[in-house]
């Protein structure tokens, strides 16, 4: 056992060496140790104190959640049959005890006690949200049912976390064991990268042609640049069908989402709840599933007159320039970008050319450097793979250059990785109760770009470029925090609908030219991005930005409305079209099976919180409207006052205060919808 590597608590994760055999020893013995640990506080030796309640539990439930967390991270990364068994084994196990230590109504006394106490009503903002937070943890987490509502509430949440787990491997699996072997002609129209790139993934099979797959940076090039019609359908047709009745019995997620619904809901009426979007919302901004529908149908009515130009331009120009009457949802993305290229005269091709993957790093890594006052470094650390790097962010202290916080970056698309693009935390800042040491938060990037080919650098798409800056604002969210109190450092404790806010702000500033010399560099050439092509991006940004937003509005309001209304489990595919008859305009055809793969809401959290990115939105839009007002010719919005003005309020802060007080303290009031509709060109 001591050489096992996931008991190893210090430092960080040994990717590197953490085998499939290695899992369940280690759970057994880390299971065992916050077991022992859990009885020993909730016995009558030990006093609801603050510090005590952390040193002898959560130091505990720290060691198990980390080594968990390096397991499920690698089941996202490097997925093999032999991991996905051992992770699957003690999935049950790890869900179990941590749905026990929510519940345990020992626990709870203990904590309210603690709250009830003089220390309780005396401890620091952080440590009170902290406390307050974990209250409500406590009864959303079941600790005031009894008896069989107890022990259903506990089965539950084992039933949940299994099939969320199994939702994930369906959609990585059909998107990993789809493959078109496409000739050179059927890629006619493709670039030339993304041709060489498909080359290289067939040839490795020992097949000739190009091999064609789902993962995105194989697909989203050919369904918007192939001339082939026939092999845009053919891609469409599997990319909308992932995971559905129409492949594989045993990898349709249908039935998983009937099942996660209805435990849903039954998990709300045991809370007392009508139904799991109003539990969804308890730790959340908005206050109820009503209000967020109306919020996203009064954005809806504002960009449906957006979108139904953007789709009658469209038709318009498919019919007359590509002779394509009869416009069908695999044409959308290939004529759009043939209309983006006729009208602004450029192509996302040609200005992925300057986006070479070194020069954006540069660039991004300067930008959080000067706004922020932190310097990024090159560090070493255990691996998981070999394009993965690893990363420390400094700040300059009394006694020198301080440790921030560190992160890995693993950027390319490969098989066994899921796809997508996240933030995930190693470990948080926490001044530690067991060592007194303050332990500096580390952060997982995760993208799912190409990689390079013939000794060339990555190049990335404008939308990877927006993707990396979106992750890397989690990231600092996570990393910048002041706050030394685990469970409201970072992102942990802040609600979920304003989570989004610091990664949306870091978008914004791919739409800066200030930032294009330091983030640009074209690979042959070595040349910046010419203020021609930037201009002509600019005008296009808002391109369809319409029939963005509704798509947006479909999404959100299928989420919520599926974990609002009785008896939607049997019903899923139906409120999917009525959501579209409410809101499309752009109609998908009726095999499309969009919410079979829809990961977010079924695997990853954002059940009835889908409307968060919309929401978090308005909250970035405006907080970046703060750097717009005070931009000089000289630095443009790259305002180091701002920025640190940003960093003390929103980034600094975590979830010590409510996102509202957070936002107020950098702004000086509520947000405003005005700056949204104004950088999406619908004011």
């Known amino acids: 056992m001591s050489t ?83 992770y699957n084994e ?14 345990d109504e020992r626990l709870y006394a203990k904590y309210k006690a603690l709250a009830q106490s003089t220390q309780g009503k005396n401890l620091s903002p952080a440590r009170a949200k902290a406390l307050s937070n974990a209250l409500r943890g406590f009864v959303l987490g079941g600790a005031e049912l009894q008896g069989a509502a107890r022990e259903r509430f506990a089965a539950i949440q084992e039933e949940q976390a299994a099939a969320s787990q199994a ?81 594989p019995a045993e990898r349709d997620n249908g039935p998983l989402m009937r099942q996660l619904l209805a435990l849903r809901q039954e998990e709300a009426q045991l809370l007392g709840y009508a139904c799991y979007a109003d539990v969804s919302l308890v730790p959340k901004m908005a206050d109820t599933p009503v209000q967020v529908m109306e919020f996203l149908r009064d954005l809806a009515r504002r960009a449906r007159p957006y979108a139904e130009k953007d789709m009658a331009e469209l038709r318009e120009f498919a019919a007359s320039e590509l002779g394509l009457t009869d416009l069908q949802a695999w044409d959308v993305p290939y004529v759009s970008e043939k209309l983006k290229e006729a009208r602004y005269a450029f192509s996302d091709q040609e200005v992925k050319q300057y986006f070479t993957e070194p020069q954006v790093l540069s660039g991004l890594f300067g930008l959080i450097e000067t706004l922020f006052e932190v310097k990024i470094k090159p560090d070493t650390a255990p691996v998981w793979h070999d394009s993965v790097r690893f990363f420390r962010i400094e700040r300059e202290g009394a006694q020198g250059a301080e440790l921030v916080g560190q992160f890995y970056l693993d950027p390319y698309a490969r098989p ?44 990335l798409s404008h939308d990877d470029v927006t993707t990396l800056f979106h992750e890397f604002g989690h990231g600092l969210h996570h990393m910048l925090t002041q706050v030394s109190d685990a469970g409201v450092s970072g992102i942990s404790g802040v609600e979920w609908d304003a989570v989004e806010l610091p990664s949306q702000f870091m978008e914004n500033f791919c739409w800066e030219w200030a930032l294009m010399p330091k983030l640009t560099k074209h690979v042959d050439t ?72 829809f990961s977010h809401i079924f695997a990853g959290g954002y059940a009835a919180g889908y409307y968060s990115y919309k929401w978090a939105e308005v909250l970035s839009a405006d907080a970046f409207s703060a750097f717009e007002e005070a931009a000089t010719p000289e630095q443009g919005v790259l305002n180091p006052d701002v920025g640190r003005r940003y960093r003390q309020a929103i980034l600094e802060a975590g979830g010590a205060r409510s996102a509202m007080e957070n936002f107020k303290a950098f702004r000086g009031r509520e947000p405003q919808i005005d700056a949204l509709l104004r950088h999406q060109g619908m004011a």
């Open 526 to 597: 070595g040349e910046p991005l010419p203020r021609a092509l930037f201009d002509k991006m600019v005008a296009a940004k808002n391109f369809q930005s319409g029939l963005m937003t509704l798509r947006q509005m479909e999404f959100s309001l299928f989420d919520m409305r599926i974990h609002f209304e009785a008896g939607s489990a049997d019903r899923v595919q139906d409120i999917a079209q009525e959501v579209r008859n409410e809101v499309a305009v752009n109609m998908p055809p009726a095999f499309n099976r969009f919410q079979h793969s």
């Open 167 to 247: 939702f994930s491997e369906h959609v990585m699996d059909a998107t990993d064991q789809f493959a078109h072997y496409a000739t050179t002609e059927e890629l006619d129209g493709v670039p030339q990268d993304v041709k060489d790139a498909t080359a290289a993934a067939a040839q490795a099979e020992g097949k000739t042609g190009h091999k064609v797959t789902l993962h995105m940076p194989s697909y989203l090039p050919v369904i918007q640049y192939a001339h082939n019609r026939g092999l845009r359908e053919t891609l469409y047709r599997a990319y909308t069908t992932r995971a559905s009745e129409f492949g």
């Open 90 to 103: 003690n999935l049950p196990r790890i869900t179990e005890f941590f749905t026990r230590l929510g519940a």
């Open 416 to 459: 066994g990785k899921r796809p997508g693009a996240w933030m995930d935390d190693v470990r948080s800042r926490w001044l530690r109760p067991d060592t007194q040491a303050l332990q500096t938060p580390v952060a997982h990037l995760v993208c799912n770009y190409s990689a390079g080919v013939n000794g060339k650098p990555a190049l």
């Open 4 to 86: 096992n590597p996931l008991l190893q608590t210090a430092g960080l994760p040994l990717f590197d060496q953490i085998k499939p055999e290695h899992v369940t020893p280690a759970m057994d013995a880390l299971l065992a140790q916050a077991e022992a640990a859990l009885e020993k506080v909730v016995g009558p030796d030990v006093p609801a104190d603050y510090d005590t309640l952390s040193l002898l539990l959560d130091v505990a439930t720290d060691h198990l959640g980390r080594a968990w967390g390096a397991v499920g991270h690698l089941n996202s990364v490097a997925d093999t049959p032999e991991l996905r068994a051992a």
